[in-house]
């Protein structure tokens, strides 16, 4: 080999290693920018297109994630909760009563992003149907503690601590647990964990792993998934003190005894079926139901399929009570 040669291998190498760390710089700023909202960041608008000098100020910095913070409140009485997370930690949530017979109180967790009020229009169903309900803010969001999101991961104690809690101050003993995306990981990392006495679990549009949800939102920016999904993978479970590679709810869905109803949008631009169709199958309980709504993306399936999201879920609910859940 020639030093010509030679000198042209080292300084392609060099060049491979100095990209190495600059692709690996943009992606810590980036897992740290989208797992920390900031109090003092102004409201993200939906139509919102950053000019060319703020790109390559959000590629280097990061982007700025307001804490999200209630953008609605409740249309009937309700009471503000503050429920203990830990030492002088505190989840935020409101409690509204059914003015129906009562069959059970359900526990809404949202997703990513969001609040506790963006579950409100499956909470005014549940109420109809004769359920107590209470919406909770994760860690990072609204009224509660922090400004940290795990988009599933250390959520899931918040999981367990609005359970203990709606047994031991609310002595509630029939429990239904509903999630959205990230509240739908949660929520099954603790059912999978602890075994929570929990009557039925309704899931919408959980992601299958964790690595998938990333690669599948890197797909939208047109960014290759590998390296990419693997290093925000790493990353993001670094900055946030977990392994990312093992938050994976098709793991967790194998320890999922309880009766669930788990929903996904055909049109899901976040959550391909394929995915939740696996979830199904590996859910452990043989009370399982799996429901497709083929025109929705990843939101509400109350906005397109109203009667049908409600018929699915109160059919499930009423077969819940002709159950004998807790000595199955």
Not at 179 to 188: D, K, L, Q, V
Not at 250 to 278: R, S, W
Request: net charge negative.
């Amino acid at each position: 080999m020639t030093k010509k040669q030679k000198k042209y291998i080292k300084i392609t190498i060099s060049i491979i290693i100095i990209l190495f760390i600059v692709l690996n710089a943009g992606i810590i700023v980036q897992s740290y920018s989208l797992t920390h909202f900031d109090e003092n960041a102004k409201p993200i608008d939906p139509e919102y297109e950053p000019t060319f000098k703020e790109t390559i100020g959000i590629a280097l910095f990061g982007l700025d994630m307001p804490k999200p913070k209630a953008r609605q409140y409740p249309n009937r009485h309700y009471e503000t909760l503050y429920i203990s997370a830990g030492e002088n930690r505190k989840l935020e949530a409101w409690s509204i009563h059914t003015d129906s017979i009562k069959y059970g109180t359900v526990l809404c967790f949202h997703g990513y992003m969001d609040e506790k009020s963006s579950m409100l229009d499956r909470a005014y169903a549940f109420l109809d149907m004769g359920y107590d309900v209470l919406l909770i803010d994760f860690m990072g969001a609204g009224g509660s503690y922090g400004n940290q999101t795990t988009i599933g991961f250390l959520e899931a104690e918040n999981v367990k601590a609005v359970h203990d809690y709606t047994v031991s101050a609310l002595k509630e003993d029939k429990i239904i647990m509903a999630g959205f995306s990230m509240g739908a990981a949660a929520i099954m990392k603790a059912q999978a964990d602890y075994d929570l006495l929990t009557q039925g679990l309704i899931l919408e549009a959980p992601y299958s792993s964790f690595k998938n949800a990333v690669g599948n939102r890197i797909d939208d920016l047109s960014i290759p998934k590998w390296p990419a999904a693997d290093l925000f993978t790493f990353w993001t479970g670094v900055i946030n003190g977990f392994n990312a590679f093992k938050a994976n709810p098709q793991d967790y869905a194998k320890k999922i005894y309880v009766p669930t109803l788990l929903m996904c949008g055909g049109k899901d631009q976040n959550i391909p079926t394929e995915e939740t169709f696996h979830i199904f199958d590996q859910l452990a309980g043989s009370k399982k139901k799996l429901e497709i709504f083929p025109e929705s993306t990843h939101q509400s399936y109350l906005i397109k399929y109203p009667k049908e999201w409600y018929a699915v879920t109160y059919k499930f609910l009423n077969e819940l009570e002709q159950l004998d859940i807790y000595n199955e």
